[in-house]
């Protein structure tokens, strides 16, 4: 268990010689649960969001009236969920493994390289028949997305 550790002299006299060392001793104090999880630091993704991993099953063509770079370059797939390797907070049994959702790639389903070179990592591409694996984000206006992923065959 982590603990905040304290000090306590015990010489009650500050009048004693300076020669003489002051004794203590390591009191522990209790911390909760969730104080322990924070000291931890940050876990990798958003925790209310769930970590799939998914097939790429249909890629649908670039969309003229869609804003930059889905006017020009696919943004839309449909991918049947493989199995779900964690389970975000936000998840309350709308999806779940087999089925197939529409999902928009925030950087695209091609490389992103050229396209996007501020990323730190390129992505490499998504093409039918591929599995990744990625954090699937969820929201009421744009459906289901997913920003970065990684390629598993």
């Known amino acids: 268990m982590i603990g905040c550790h304290k000090r306590l002299a015990t010489n009650d006299s ?5 020669n003489q060392p002051i004794t203590t001793k390591v009191v522990q104090n209790e911390v909760d649960k969730e104080d322990e999880d924070l000291m931890k630091g940050p876990k990798k ?3 209310s ?3 799939i991993i998914g097939k790429i099953v249909e890629i649908t063509p670039p969309d003229p009236s869609q804003e930059f770079p889905c006017n020009e370059v696919s943004c839309l797939a449909k991918v049947e969920l493989m199995a779900m390797s964690k389970f ?3 998840f309350h049994g709308q999806y779940n493994e087999g089925q197939v959702l529409t999902v928009r790639f925030v950087f695209t389903l091609e490389q992103t390289s050229e396209r ?3 990323l730190n990592e390129p992505l490499p591409g998504l093409d039918v028949n ?5 954090e699937l984000f969820e929201s ?4 289901y997305s ?8």
Do not use: Q, R
């Not at 009421?140 to 459906?143: D, H, I, P, R």
């Not at 997913?146 to 390629?151: E, F, P, Q």
């Open 45 to 47: 993704g958003s925790p």
């Open 14 to 18: 500050a009048s004693e010689s300076a």
């Open 88 to 90: 975000g907070s936000s």
């Open 146 to 153: 997913v920003k970065l992923y990684k390629l598993m065959n």
């Open 116 to 118: 996007f070179p501020e």
């Open 140 to 143: 009421e206006e744009k459906g």
């Open 130 to 134: 591929n599995f990744f694996e990625a």
């Open 49 to 51: 969001n769930s970590v």
